[in-house]
């Protein structure tokens, strides 16, 4: 956390990729690549810049944070009514 209070993403503990791992539904490995995609994703979702995103991960380039945007990796809900399990 710095100064003002922002969390630094980087510096998010892996312990609490840990207590995601516990979830019930996860069924593949959660790490702290995980968990910064879910907040670089997340940040981005709610309208925050890619800019922004980049220095909040501490990334040297933009296209480095760009790999953790996982927004194009879900689908609208009525397509996953289609798998009919």
């Not at 791992?21 to 925050?48: C, D, Q, S, W």
């Not at 380039?61 to 760009?66: C, E, L, P, S, Y």
């Given at each position: 956390?710095t100064?003002?209070?922002e969390?630094i993403?980087?510096?998010v503990?892996?312990?609490?990729?840990?207590?995601?791992a516990?979830a019930?539904a996860?069924?593949r490995?959660?790490?702290?690549?995980?968990?910064?995609?879910?907040?670089i994703t997340g940040?981005?979702?709610?309208?925050?810049s890619?800019a922004?995103?980049?220095r909040?991960?501490?990334?040297?380039?933009?296209r480095t944070?760009?790999l953790y945007?996982r927004?194009?990796?879900?689908?609208?809900l009525d397509?996953?009514?289609?798998?009919?399990?």
């Amino acid at each position: 956390m710095t100064a003002s209070g922002e969390i630094i993403l980087a510096q998010v503990p892996l312990s609490v990729a840990g207590l995601a791992a516990e979830a019930p539904a996860l069924f593949r490995r959660v790490g702290n690549h995980t968990m910064r995609a879910t907040g670089i994703t997340g940040y981005l979702k709610n309208n925050g810049s890619l800019a922004e995103a980049r220095r909040m991960g501490n990334h040297a380039d933009t296209r480095t944070t760009q790999l953790y945007d996982r927004r194009e990796d879900t689908a609208p809900l009525d397509e996953h009514g289609k798998v009919g399990i």
